[in-house]
C-alpha cells in the first residue's frame, strides 16, 4: 500500500492496544469509523479440515482492542462538549464483517455450512467470530454505533447489487462479491445508508 495525501498506513498488530492507539494518533482528528475485515488462516482455504493457524481470538481481541479506543475517544469528546452548546458529538461506527452461521444466522445457513462447522477446522473461525459478538454486546455501550455484516460465501466478480436480510432471515443466495461487500461496508460506515443498520446483525448476498 502506497501512502498518499488521503492514505496514512500504521504498520502494526491489531491485538496491539498500543499499535491500536498510534493508528488512531495518526488519524489527527477523532475517527469516524473502523471497518474490520480480518480472517485468521487455515494452511490450506480451499480444504476445511486443514490446520488451524491462528490465533484463536484474532477476531474478537482485534474487535475489543478497536472498540475500546472507539470508546475511549468518543468519551473524551463527549467530556471537551460544552453543556450549553445544545449537541453532542456525533457517535463513531463499529463495521465488522463476520460471516452466515454465526449466532442465530446458524438457524438460516445452508446444511452444508452447518456441517462443516460441527465438523471441520472451520468451526475454530466461527469460534472467533461468535466471540466477536461478545465482545460488541460487552463493549460498544451507548458510544459506539455498531453493525455485523454476515457474508454468504465470497467470490470475485466484480461490484453487483447487493441484497440484505435480518440475521434469522431466509431468502439470501449462497454468494456475495467481496467488491459488493467492501462497497457495501464503506457506505454503511460513512453514513450514506444513515442509521439503517446501526447495531444490528444483517446478511449480505448479492
Not at 60 to 69: F, G, V
Not at 100 to 118: F, H, M, N, Q, Y
Not at 191 to 205: H, K, L, P, T, Y
Amino acid at each position: 500500500m502506497t501512502e498518499h495525501d488521503r492514505l496514512t498506513v500504521v504498520k502494526g498488530s491489531v491485538l496491539s492496544e498500543e499499535d491500536m492507539n498510534r493508528a488512531f494518533a495518526a488519524a489527527g482528528t477523532p475517527v469516524d469509523a473502523v471497518l474490520q475485515c480480518l480472517n485468521a488462516p487455515r494452511a490450506n482455504e480451499w480444504n476445511p479440515w486443514a490446520a488451524f493457524l491462528g490465533p484463536p481470538r484474532l477476531l474478537a481481541d482485534a474487535t475489543a482492542n478497536a472498540t475500546r479506543a472507539l470508546r475511549q475517544q468518543q468519551q473524551q469528546r463527549q467530556a471537551s462538549t460544552q453543556p450549553d452548546a445544545g449537541s453532542t458529538a456525533p457517535k463513531p461506527r463499529l463495521v465488522v464483517m463476520s460471516a452466515l452461521g454465526t449466532g442465530e444466522s446458524r438457524k438460516v445457513a445452508p446444511a452444508l455450512l452447518r456441517l462443516a462447522i460441527d465438523h471441520s477446522n472451520i468451526g475454530k473461525t466461527y469460534a472467533d467470530h461468535e466471540a466477536v459478538d461478545a465482545e460488541i454486546e460487552a463493549n460498544c455501550g451507548d458510544e459506539v454505533r455498531w453493525t455485523v455484516m454476515l457474508a454468504v460465501g465470497l467470490q470475485h466478480a466484480g461490484v453487483q447489487p447487493v441484497r440484505t436480510f435480518g440475521h434469522t432471515q431466509a431468502g439470501a443466495s449462497l454468494f456475495v462479491t467481496r467488491e459488493s461487500c467492501a462497497r457495501w461496508m464503506v457506505d454503511v460506515a460513512s453514513g450514506a445508508m444513515g442509521d439503517e443498520f446501526d447495531n444490528r446483525r444483517v446478511i449480505v448476498s448479492n
